[in-house]
């Protein structure tokens, strides 16, 4: 499609107009959210020190994670453990973890 000077500029005018008119062409604000955001820190079982699983807790805890990924090797042998820990920490006495 060719275009000379006049139509150029006619086609230039028309376009703008349309988008200043153009309701779609307003600012849209967003709502602001029901409750502000929160940051839930968790972590492989792995990556925290300590030696047994209520060391390692307790520094979680200290640090403020939330949650924590037990590791996969040989846990039938660590239920018990585990699930001691999260009655523990359920019953809010986090701090007892360490006595596991």
């Known amino acids: ?8 500029l006619t086609v230039s005018a028309v ?3 349309v988008g200043a008119v153009a309701p779609s062409a307003r600012a849209y604000t967003l709502p602001d959210p029901p409750e502000k955001a929160r940051l839930r820190l968790s972590c492989q079982e792995g990556v925290a ?3 047994t699983l209520g ?3 307790d520094f979680l805890e200290g640090l403020g994670f939330e949650g924590i990924e037990p590791s996969g090797s ?3 042998k660590r239920v018990e453990e585990l699930q001691k820990a999260a009655i523990l920490i359920l ?3 986090g701090g007892l973890v360490s006595t596991l």
Request: charged share 30%.
């Open 1 to 8: 499609m060719k275009l000379n000077r006049r139509e150029f």
């Open 91 to 93: 019953a809010g006495l």
């Open 15 to 17: 376009t703008g107009l």
């Open 55 to 57: 060391e390692k807790l």
């Open 74 to 76: 040989g846990i039938t």
């Open 49 to 51: 020190p300590g030696k």
